[in-house]
């Protein structure tokens, strides 16, 4: 499957502003009034990822992801998998972390993945609007794993 390099109706990406003073810094990571009220988030995690470490690619078929990129650097990739949608077989790739920190909200049926592409461990925080596995973590997993498919043609480049 061969892709056009490019942008991604409906991805998101919001700089975030790292407010410093004396004692430290303070990053906004959600503001109820920046997103639509259909992907307020369900819950939360963090993960740690290692340098050199890929997570995906994957898809959601009703999971909106709302990452939030800020310690280490990562390169992002997106795949537009909506045959409906106008940007059907894009990919976008974006560079982000603790020197372009930022939230990219990411859409059911975009194909995603990052490796952190820093020297020391990245944490990436996520909000999703969709419990893990569900009410009480009794549901199929809203998760399509590509990472484990030589033949996929969702690679990380």
Known sequence: MNFISGE???IKVIDLI???????????????????EQILPEMSYISLTLP???????EHMEQTDY????????????WD???ESATY??????????NNPMIVIVPPQI???????????????????????????KEKVDEIRYENNPESPYQME
């Open 8 to 10: 991604i109706n409906d």
């Open 67 to 78: 990452f939030c990129f800020l310690s280490s650097t990562f390169k992002l990739m997106l």
């Open 111 to 137: 194909v995603h993945a990052y490796k952190n592409i820093g020297d020391v461990p990245g944490l990436v925080i996520n909000l999703p609007n969709k419990l893990y596995a569900g009410w009480g973590k």
């Open 18 to 36: 790292k407010n410093e003073d004396k004692r430290g810094w303070l990053i906004e990571l959600f503001r109820k009034d920046l997103i639509d």
């Open 81 to 83: 998998n909506r045959k």
């Open 52 to 58: 050199g470490i890929i997570r995906g690619p994957h």
């Open 89 to 98: 077989k894009h990919k976008m790739n974006l560079i982000t972390g603790e």
